[in-house]
């Protein structure tokens, strides 16, 4: 069983839908990355928190950890937001980042 | 010229062959890092560089030599690799070395196809 498990694997929402993309660990760690990974390759680094919550434009990140479980939403989605995004977490005593399997995301027109 | 930048984005090389993968970063980092991405399967760490000096190797195969000859570049060496070895592979930079400050910056990827 991976430590860091997404949900969901894949999803598909029309433009304009407000998506939720869940992140659960099963480690102590100390941060939570959320990445995101366009067809492409390359990796754009969204957010990393220890606690509560950030927001960046339509994206907003909450993570609770007593409950060892981490959110990412993104409001009014459109097509350009379609991409994988995974959670990635930093263990307390590693210094290495624990990836996710990644939720591929396609936002219709 | 961006963040971090990766040469080339795509390789494909025979199981003899010998080839080099770049990675250089312009945003004064001290840490750098290999990641491997196989289809279908979590991001995976190879090494960790932290001004210059190897400071993470998760089991890596001796196939795979990396080389940080100074803060702004770091080289992964191939050599005799398998077919199982053709993935996505990413390199990335950090401030620090992993702390939980820290962020990573990712390049492109090499995309890499062994024969």
């Known amino acids: 069983k991976n430590e860091v498990e997404q949900s969901p694997q894949n999803l598909t929402a029309q433009e304009g839908e407000f998506i939720t993309i869940n992140c659960s660990y099963s480690v102590g760690i100390s941060a939570l990355h959320w990445l995101q990974q366009h067809p492409g390759g390359g990796i754009v680094s969204l957010f990393m928190l220890s606690s509560g919550k950030k927001k960046h434009g339509r994206l907003i990140a909450t993570i609770n950890i007593q409950e060892k479980h981490s959110s990412l939403h993104i409001t009014a989605s459109h097509p350009r937001d379609s991409a994988v995004y995974i959670c990635?977490?930093?263990?307390?005593?590693?210094?290495?980042?624990?990836f996710g399997s990644g939720t591929q995301l396609t936002v219709l027109p | 010229e961006t963040g971090v930048t990766q040469t080339p984005r795509h390789l494909v090389m025979g199981m003899t062959n010998k080839k080099s993968l770049k990675c250089e970063q312009h945003l004064g980092h001290n840490a750098m890092y290999w990641y491997k991405q196989s289809a279908k399967k979590p991001l995976e760490l190879m090494f960790v560089y932290s001004l210059e000096e190897r400071v993470e190797n998760n089991s890596v195969p001796s196939r795979f030599s990396p080389e940080c000859p100074n803060s702004s570049h770091l080289f992964l060496h191939l050599h005799t690799l398998q077919p199982e070895d053709s993935a996505l592979y990413l390199c990335?930079?950090?401030?620090?070395?992993?702390?939980?400050?820290?962020?990573?910056?990712f390049g492109p990827g090499t995309r890499l196809t062994v024969l």
């Open positions: 990635a977490v930093i263990s307390g005593s590693a210094r290495q980042l624990t």
């Open positions: 990335a930079s950090s401030q620090g070395a992993g702390g939980s400050s820290d962020t990573q910056y």
